[in-house]
């Protein structure tokens, strides 16, 4: 069956982004247990998982065109959110190959890739895009090819080039983010960029992760989630815009936390690209609202119990202080405190009214 596309749906003013039901029981819920802390949590990027988001090397969903259309509003406002170093073309192209293969591949029926020698020909349906170009030659498309592609992709991606046992973010497009700036992280290395993150250092998560990083192979791509919440379905929680999200956090009332607060989950994956041996990752962000969570009856006892026991670093760090209480309070009746089991995958193919 395809895909219902809604591209009339909007991630500012209005506001008027929802889930169909097969989209909440598609979410990539983050918590397979009733506690949470930081962790490595990587597994191999496989077509396999509790979520069909994880079926494909980059997921397509309903939202697929309204989030195309909302990045290129943001680009048009701020140019500067895609940023790639020149010394990362290799990395641009092997980024264009590796989304257009895997988008014709995985959706057939709505993109398509033709190759004779280095003209190649791309068509995206749901866009209304058809280019042909000469790979390699970046004045034969519209953008550079990182930019080109990613602008028809959902979710941000980096580019993380490796050097002197390290990696440094020396490119990106970035439209979605959880409050940080690419235009400040830009050329920093690893444990730079995530300098900010409260515990993790401390109890060596991020050593690890980037040694197994440094390790990535071709063709053998990784996979994590992460999670922090968000007022509103906006997918813009930029630092350089903060005066316009940030008072968003007081506006949260008993009466209306179950249609604002929403939870932020990003499936990040990593590739190791063949040409620049940089490393590409993407992080794709999908929202649920606390209400739509709640009509899926472990998810509701499982965030309730995950954000009462959260320790106040990780309560700080993801801005959680204003709302937070309130959420739980709204989630506890839910909460009979039964045994639940392990995993993220929900517990039923119908949805609660």
């Known amino acids: 069956m395809g895909i219902a596309f809604k591209p009339a749906e909007t991630f500012r003013d209005d506001f008027t982004y929802r889930n169909s039901d097969a989209g909440i029981l598609r979410f990539p819920f983050p918590f397979g247990e009733d506690a949470y802390m930081y962790s490595v949590n990587i597994e191999p990027h496989v077509p396999a998982g509790p979520s069909p988001a994880y079926e494909h090397t980059f997921d397509v969903d309903e939202h697929y065109v309204a989030e195309c259309r909302e990045r290129a509003r943001v680009l048009e406002l701020e140019p500067g959110r895609c940023k790639v170093l020149p010394h990362m073309m290799a990395a641009q192209w092997d980024t264009l190959e590796l989304i257009m293969e895997s988008f014709a591949r995985d959706y057939p029926e709505y993109f398509s890739l033709s190759k004779d020698g280095t003209t190649w020909t791309w068509q995206n349906l749901p866009l209304g895009i058809k280019d042909q170009f000469t790979f390699g030659d970046a004045s034969t498309l519209p953008y550079e090819p990182f930019e080109y592609i990613t602008r028809q992709a959902q979710g941000d991606f980096t580019l993380q080039d490796q050097r002197n046992d390290n990696l440094f973010v020396d490119g990106g497009m970035v439209t979605t983010q959880a409050d940080w700036s690419l235009e400040f992280d830009i050329g920093m290395s690893f444990h730079e960029w995530h300098a900010p993150v409260p515990l993790a250092h401390q109890i060596g998560v991020f050593d690890r992760a980037l040694k197994f990083l440094l390790r990535l192979q071709q063709a053998q791509p990784v996979r994590r989630l992460n999670w922090t919440m968000t007022i509103n379905p906006r997918l813009d929680t930029s630092p350089e815009n903060y005066p316009v ?79 937070r209480q309130m959420v739980i309070d709204h989630l506890a009746p839910f909460d009979d405190g039964a045994v639940l089991t392990k995993g993220c995958e929900p517990d039923q193919t119908v949805l609660a009214s």
């Open 245 to 323: 999200w940030g008072p968003d956090r007081t506006t949260v009332t008993s009466e209306n936390v179950a249609q604002k607060v929403h939870l932020r989950v990003e499936l990040q994956t990593l590739f190791r690209l063949p040409r620049s041996n940089a490393i590409l990752f993407g992080i794709r962000c999908y929202l649920a609202s606390v209400g739509e969570l709640a009509r899926v009856e472990k998810w509701r006892k499982r965030l309730h119990r995950v954000l009462r026991d959260l320790p106040p670093e990780l309560e700080g760090y993801k801005g959680l202080g204003r709302y």
